[in-house]
């Protein structure tokens, strides 16, 4: 990423979070009562909630989940959110010390990053999971995956494939798949892993210069902006 590009984003994203107030009140009053459900497989979704400040309605605010887990729970979506959350202390997945409480929903792995204690952990994914499933209508759920939870090539095939109408994908722009609808090639790296998209929290704060969220919630088409890679 060139010198130039850099102080471009740093630019606009600074001037973003200057005019925050003014930005959001005119972003939910095109929103309104819009209903939206976020399922994405790190924080990002919980950046968008906290961006628009809506209640979380998604369990998976602060939850990290690997790719091949994040395909297993959207290919039987419906079966997995009927089970129940079991917390345990060992992953197969080696990359991360498991310095967070950690469960299963069936197989499938749920990394609760941002949790200090099960307890909590618990306590959250139930009463979100409920104020989910209030929403039945699935062309109001959102899903969104990256590849800072290891997502592979092949993650992201299933991924578009799946039959969900609302999905967006982000990856690093020289791994972008051009036939993938809705993917986002990422030009800025994670600043600790540097091949993979920044973590949540920072993919969600430059994703504005990529395309437009509230587009995307209010009338489910990703329309792209800035940066159309």
């Excluded at 009140?25 to 628009?52: P, S």
């Excluded at 309605?57 to 990290?64: E, I, K, L, Q």
């Excluded at 310095?99 to 197989?107: F, H, I």
Aim: aromatic fraction near 16%.
């Amino acid at each position: 990423m060139n010198l130039f590009r850099s102080i471009y984003v740093y630019i606009k994203r600074k001037n973003r979070v200057y005019s925050k107030n003014k930005i959001v009140v005119v972003e939910k009053e095109q929103l309104k009562n819009t209903e939206f459900v976020i399922v994405a497989d790190d924080c990002w979704g919980a950046a968008v909630y906290q961006w628009y400040g809506r209640s979380y309605n998604s369990p998976f605010a602060g939850v990290g989940i690997y790719g091949d887990c994040f395909i297993k729970l959207l290919s039987d979506f419906d079966e997995y959110m009927k089970k129940e959350l079991k917390f345990v202390t060992e992953t197969k997945y080696p990359q991360r010390p498991l310095n967070y409480p950690m469960a299963l929903l069936g197989d499938v792995e749920l990394h609760f990053t941002h949790y200090k204690t099960k307890e909590d952990a618990g306590t959250k994914w139930e009463r979100r999971t409920q104020r989910m499933l209030e929403v039945t209508d699935k062309d109001n759920y959102f899903f969104k995956m990256s590849d800072v939870w290891g997502a592979s090539e092949e993650n992201y095939e299933a991924f578009h494939k799946l039959p969900f109408k609302n999905k967006v994908s982000y990856i690093p722009k020289n791994k972008k798949d051009h036939k993938l609808e809705n993917q986002v090639g990422i030009v800025e790296p994670h600043k600790v892993y540097k091949t993979t998209v920044p973590n949540g929290v920072k993919l969600f704060k430059i994703s504005f210069l990529y395309f437009d969220l509230t587009e995307w919630l209010l009338n489910k088409k990703v329309v792209r902006t800035r940066f159309k890679s």
